[in-house]
């Protein structure tokens, strides 16, 4: 079965969704999201998630699937993910993966398995009730013992990942930095061929990315925040972290003013957008388009085509 995919990829505030959609047009394809927040729903706002009107007939595949109560892992979003890029290519379709959440696309293309492992599993249970007896230097200990490599890479504040590993290693036998190793040699699930979008000037970057946030101000982000919190939603809710999301919760408490959570958002987004770009500049098969500071669409589309038309799909 062909397993080629067509990725478009870059920072926040570039243009992936119409892209994409266009992209998918052309080749047809279908979308498959690769963002972390835009899968659960009522949230189309603050993660700019495709309306039906962006989709423009266009099927989308992982997008307002999960309750915004739930908290997904990038092993739980790999294997959903994965199912739709594989229904996609049996039915004869070209998946087009679209999205900034660099690990998540990283882990779909390679089809890179997670060690076994759960949050509420009875392991894990077992060592969060040792870190409360013997504190974390403890756990930490033990994980230099018996995975150092890993341990060398952690912190000891970073309480989650050194109980991960020891998780992992009790409940397999295998240690997480031998897990990694072995998942690594594999060859990768899918062949990518990736377009890359972003603008030539950092400046205009940021100046695009502050004006989508005074949108979604304007659009009703306030509101959308009260209507999750309205059904239930619990304020620790990890929907509830996500940038604009966290600081207009402050909001809606009254502990910050729209002005300064408006500012934060803009700081916030535009510190993602600069870590989006250092993940991804890491790679050299990203065939990037840099907008100028009002981007062309047509000429683009007319580049990623001729580019994705030399790679051989059609």
Wanted: glycine share 8%.
């Amino acid at each position: 079965m062909d397993n080629r995919v067509i990725c478009v990829v870059g920072p926040t505030a570039t243009g992936k969704t119409k892209m994409g959609v266009a992209l998918a047009k052309r080749f047809g394809g279908e979308v498959v999201s690769v963002d972390s927040m835009q899968i659960y729903r009522g949230m189309t706002i603050g993660t700019a998630a495709p309306t039906a009107e962006e989709m423009d007939g266009v099927r989308h595949h992982m997008v307002a699937i999960a309750d915004p109560a739930e908290s997904w892992s990038v092993a739980r979003f790999t294997e959903q993910a994965d199912l739709c890029i594989g229904d996609i290519l049996r039915r004869g379709g070209r998946p087009v993966l679209v999205g900034g959440t660099g690990l998540y696309l990283d882990s779909i293309l390679s089809g890179r398995t997670f060690a076994p492992g759960h949050s509420g599993g009875e392991i894990r249970k077992s060592l969060q009730a040792e870190m409360a007896r013997e504190g974390i230097e403890s756990l930490y200990r033990q994980l230099r013992e018996i995975d150092p490599e890993t341990a060398a890479r952690l912190p000891i504040r970073d309480e989650k990942r050194i109980l991960r590993a020891l998780e992992v290693y009790r409940e397999t036998g295998e240690t997480l930095t031998a897990h990694d190793a072995r998942t690594r040699l594999r060859p990768p699930k899918y062949r990518a061929c990736t377009i890359g979008l972003t603008f030539r000037d950092r400046a205009d970057l940021y100046a695009r990315i502050d004006r989508r946030v005074d949108t979604m101000v304007e659009c009703g982000l306030l509101r959308e925040v009260e209507a999750l919190l309205q059904t239930g939603l619990p304020e620790t809710a990890t929907a509830l972290q996500a940038i604009g999301y966290k600081q207009f919760l402050s909001v809606y408490r009254g502990d910050t003013l729209v002005s300064e959570a408006v500012a934060e958002v803009k700081l916030r987004s535009r510190q993602y957008a600069k870590r989006q770009l250092t993940w991804l500049r890491r790679k050299d098969d990203i065939h990037w388009l840099l907008w100028e500071k009002d981007p062309d669409f047509p000429a683009g589309l007319q580049n990623a085509t001729e580019y994705l038309l030399a790679q051989g799909l059609g």
